[in-house]
């Protein structure tokens, strides 16, 4: 998923729809639970969705 915003974003696309089956991840992106926040990668992607 990271992979991918980042080449979204170096080919100018700004606005996605991201799709993800993994209820997890979904989760971890959509809360602002601490520990959740502690995962660098997810941390990542949700600064990257909020640019």
């Known amino acids: 998923m990271s992979n991918g915003l ?3 974003w170096e ?3 700004r606005r996605l729809v991201i799709e993800n089956n ?3 991840v979904v ?3 959509n809360s ?3 520990a959740a ?3 660098v990668l997810v ?3 949700k600064e990257f969705c909020h640019r």
Do not use: K, S, V
């Open 37 to 39: 926040n502690n995962c």
């Open 27 to 29: 989760h971890m992106l």
């Open 22 to 24: 993994n209820i997890l």
């Open 6 to 8: 980042h080449l979204a």
């Open 32 to 34: 602002d639970d601490d």
């Open 11 to 13: 080919r100018g696309y």
């Open 43 to 45: 941390r990542g992607i």
